[in-house]
Nanobody
Framework: VQLVQSGAELRNPGASVKVSCKAS????????IDWVRQAPGQGLEWMGG????????KYAQKFQGRVTFTADTSTSTAYVELSSLRSEDTAVYYC?????????WGQGTQVTVSS
């Protein structure tokens, strides 16, 4: 099983960013993909997740309205898009397969928001 994420991103405040997570080695539609971020010096923060089988999503309340999860079953790729970026969104963003637990993780994508 592998989850491979897209590369680092630098954005201005107010912009949007979209991070991808390409899955391989298992049936993509069999498990949720969650998104978790870690800001500098802070712990892991769960953002929510998507069921690739039917596109159903769940968002942490903090991110509702500003984050969108999508999944492309033809390429086994999940995406997170975060809009209206602010400096506090600077973090490493991870995708994780939600099997019995978060059993497989992507390598992380650094998103930096700075003017």
């Amino acid at each position: 099983v592998q989850l491979v994420q897209s590369g680092a991103e630098l954005r201005n405040p107010g912009a949007s960013v979209k991070v991808s997570c390409k899955a391989s080695g298992y049936t993509f539609t069999s498990d949720y993909i969650d998104w978790v971020r870690q800001a500098p010096g802070q712990g892991l923060e769960w953002m929510g997740g998507i069921d690739p089988e039917d596109g159903g999503t769940k968002y942490a309340q903090k991110f509702q309205g500003r984050v969108t999860f999508t999944a492309d079953t033809s390429t086994s790729t999940a995406y997170v898009e975060l809009s209206s970026l602010r400096s506090e969104d600077t973090a490493v963003y991870y995708c994780a397969r939600r099997g019995a637990s978060w059993d497989y993780w992507g390598q992380g994508t650094q998103v930096t928001v700075s003017s």
